[in-house]
């Protein structure tokens, strides 16, 4: 059975700056465009140290699949991710737990990141998302290529990152869970 072409957008949103891993998704996209004819579209999102150097590299060699929109907040970034189907962040050192992934992770986007930190505490690689090794554009260019052409796929990890989300981060969970705890510790006094 044929499915209907997936809309292959990919989103970046952070610090442009190479700990984020900017350079390696970069020279991903442009391995991926050379290797295959998909088509895809790159959208950019924050600022940071590379910038210039990263819009000047994607100019030059994706030309028109990629649109960069600087810092975006509210409405315009909840429209960027409602249009793009793949958050990615190969982050390269010094990750916390990244509030766009959380974010992405809510909207029931496909997650791809690198194994530091938290990332690979929460993203369980092939069931609610993928890592990709770090430093490695052709890791990141095949993962891509692979998911771009697995529609089905990407629903799933997406489907699978919002139910994670969903149990893990909402308000609702979040407060119960915090709730549970704090009346713990008060039974916990009162019974001394």
């Not at 810092?71 to 315009?76: D, L």
């Not at 490695?136 to 139910?163: F, Q, S, T, V």
Request: include cysteine; hydrophobic fraction near 40%; glycine fraction near 6%.
């Amino acid at each position: 059975m044929k499915t209907a072409p997936v809309n292959n957008n990919i989103l970046f949103m952070g610090r442009i700056v190479e700990s984020k891993g900017i350079i390696d998704l970069v020279d991903s996209l442009i391995l991926l465009s050379k290797r295959t004819k998909i088509n895809f579209h790159f959208h950019l999102c924050g600022a940071g140290i590379l910038q210039d150097e990263i819009i000047e590299k994607l100019e030059k060699n994706l030309k028109s699949k990629y649109t960069f929109y600087g810092i975006v907040q509210s409405k315009e970034k909840w429209d960027i991710l409602n249009k793009c189907q793949i958050f990615i962040l190969p982050s390269r050192w010094g990750e916390g737990l990244p509030m766009g992934m959380l974010e992405a992770m809510a909207f029931g986007k496909t997650i791809i990141v690198t194994d530091d930190a938290s990332m690979k505490v929460i993203i369980n690689d092939n069931i609610n998302g993928v890592l990709v090794k770090k430093c490695d554009p052709d890791d990141i260019a095949l993962k891509l290529e692979y998911l771009l052409k697995n529609e089905e796929r990407m629903k799933d990890l997406g489907d699978n990152a919002k139910n994670y989300f969903d149990l893990n981060f909402d308000l609702n969970t979040y407060y119960s869970t915090v709730m549970s705890y704090y009346n713990a510790l008060i039974i916990g006094n009162n019974l001394n």
